[in-house]
Structure formats: C-alpha cells, structure tokens
C-alpha cells in the first residue's frame, strides 16, 4: 500500500478481550502517529465513534474517517474518500452498491438484508443514499460541529444511518465513493437482533423526530 498523504489512526478500545490495547501501545512506541483511546465495558459502536469524534475535534483535525479496523475496509480507498471531499463533499461514503462498489465473502441472504435495508430506509427518510449503512466515511470537521454529537439516539447501524440523515437535512453536500467491500476473515459480526430492531423502527423517530443539531 503507497499512500501519497499522511494519516494519523486512532483505535478506539472498549477493553477488547484481544489485546488490542496492548498491540496498539507496542506499536505505538515506533509509529507516533497511532492513538488509541482505551473505554472500559462495551458501550456501543456509535457511542465508540462519538468518542473518537470529539477526540479529532479536540484536535482541530480537518478530515475525521470512520472505519473498521478489521480490513473490511481498506486503508486504500482512505485518499479517495478524502479527495471527494476536498472536491466539494461534506460527508464521502464509501460505498459497496454505487456502480464500480463490490461486496465479497458474503452470503445472498446478508446481500438481500443489507440492500433491502438501503431499500426501506430511502423509503422512509428519503436520503438517497444507496449505501445508507456503510460505516467507511469521510467527514470535514464543519459537519461534526455541526451535529450535537451527545443527542445521537441510536448505537448500532442506525447510528450510522442519523449520521447520514442529520448531515444532509443540515445542508451538507453527501458523496458516495464506489469501494470493494470484503467480509472479515477473523471473528463475528456485531449484528444481532436488537441491532436489527434499532435500524428498523429508528428511521421513523429520525423522520418524525427532532434533528440532533447546535442551536
């Protein structure tokens, strides 16, 4: 991998049994660039990129990503999504179901369930989006400013949806960029069935409810 522009990671850990903390803090003692904000308990993916959130704003950082540490997501496609922001978007998506976008190493059916999500959910808020719950996203810091980051309701894959819907009914310019989605050789995935629920009755409080925005 040869990235032409310098990146600064941050692992945010909710005391993962793995021993993520402590590769992060070896690696650390070479590659200053690498952060890692330790949380104790596990309290809920959204909640997890909120805290890095803050800590880049914190920071005066320009460009804010959220990704999966896993490689579902590849470090790659980081500069393209950056560059479709410097080009004129708020908010890149990185997108499995945009034309060029590919998913790999899932089943039909998580397919089906993923697509038909993108489905109901631009049925609902109207968002257009076809990627509404990708979790490979490019901010410029204006848009987390914007957003009052401690009135995000949800936690698991709805939160990835508010974040979408909150930046575009604010007036942010949101851009899908086409990526090569591939599922996680090594462990399990988080969704479950309160997840699912959430995602689903969540897209009728965001279109009927109140926006999380600054006064």
């Not at 522009?5 to 005391?15: A, I, K, M, P, R």
């Not at 945009?98 to 089906?112: A, M, S």
């Not at 009914?169 to 069935?193: Q, Y």
């Not at 997840?195 to 926006?211: C, D, Q, S, Y």
């Amino acid at each position: 991998m040869d990235l032409k522009t310098s990146f600064d990671v941050l692992v945010v850990d909710d005391g993962s049994p793995d021993g993520t903390a402590g590769l992060v803090k070896a690696l650390q003692q070479n590659f200053p660039q690498i952060h890692l904000l330790e949380r104790s308990g596990k309290l809920g993916l959204g909640t997890a990129y909120i805290a890095g959130f803050k800590w880049a704003l914190e920071r005066d950082y320009d460009y804010i990503f959220e990704m999966d540490a896993d490689f579902s997501h590849k470090p790659a496609d980081l500069e393209r999504l950056l560059e479709a922001c410097v080009n004129g978007a708020d908010m890149s998506i990185g997108s499995r179901y945009v034309q060029g976008g590919d998913v790999k190493n899932w089943t039909l059916d998580r397919i089906i369930l993923s697509k038909g999500a993108a489905i109901y959910v631009n049925s609902v808020l109207w968002l257009g989006v076809k990627d509404c719950t990708a979790g490979f996203v490019c901010y410029h810091k204006s848009v987390l400013q914007a957003i009052d980051l401690d009135k995000i309701r949800f936690i698991g894959y709805a939160f990835q949806i508010e974040m979408k819907y909150t930046a575009q009914k604010l007036g942010f310019k949101l851009a899908e960029v086409p990526i090569a989605f591939e599922d996680r050789k090594l462990g399990t995935s988080k969704m479950s069935m309160g997840i699912f629920n959430e995602a689903f009755t969540g897209v009728w409080k965001m279109r009927f409810g109140k926006l999380a925005r600054k006064k």
